[in-house]
């Protein structure tokens, strides 16, 4: 087992590179349209942070669900939700549309029209397309939890001075 480390590899990207923070402050409100609950954002985000193997996102994302009042079943199911019972169909097209968007697929296009049909049908498009936008807000900040590797658990606020 390794130590964990004292820091995060980078310093604040926000005093890094200032402009970042009006481009994260727009993705975040424009996610948070209303148009589709928090919890399927959080959801599909934690499902982000599972695939590409990041212990920050998947812990920030298991937070939020938890400070939102998600039962515990939903929160651990999610890196197994094609059998798990605790997800509503819209939020299981949510976890496998980013899924889709995020793995290569086997044969044919990541995200095949069949898919794309199944998500229009539980989502208008302003919802559609805040899913979308969703996916690539965390796709956004995956390269700095990748690289940067920020500590699991601790407020950037605290780690990042």
Excluded at 69 to 89: H, K, N
Aim: a negative charge; proline letters at 8%.
């Amino acid at each position: 087992m390794s130590t964990r480390p004292a820091a995060s590899r980078l310093s604040n990207p926000l005093r890094l590179v200032p402009e970042l923070g009006p481009v994260a402050g727009a993705l975040y409100k424009a996610v948070g349209n209303g148009s589709v609950p928090q919890a399927t954002i959080d959801l599909l985000q934690l499902r982000a942070g599972q695939l590409v193997g990041n212990t920050y996102l998947t812990v920030m994302h298991t937070a939020s669900l938890r400070k939102a009042g998600e039962p515990e079943e939903r929160i651990t199911a999610v890196a197994s939700w094609r059998d798990a019972p605790y997800f509503s169909e819209a939020e299981a097209v949510a976890l496998e549309l980013v899924e889709a968007v995020l793995q290569p697929a086997a044969h044919g296009e990541r995200v095949p029209d069949e898919l794309y049909a199944r998500v229009a049908a539980h989502y208008d498009e302003t919802a559609l397309t805040t899913l979308v936008l969703a996916i690539g807000q965390v796709n956004f900040f995956i390269p700095l939890a990748l690289v940067g590797k920020p500590l699991p658990g601790v407020k950037p606020s605290e780690q990042w001075t």
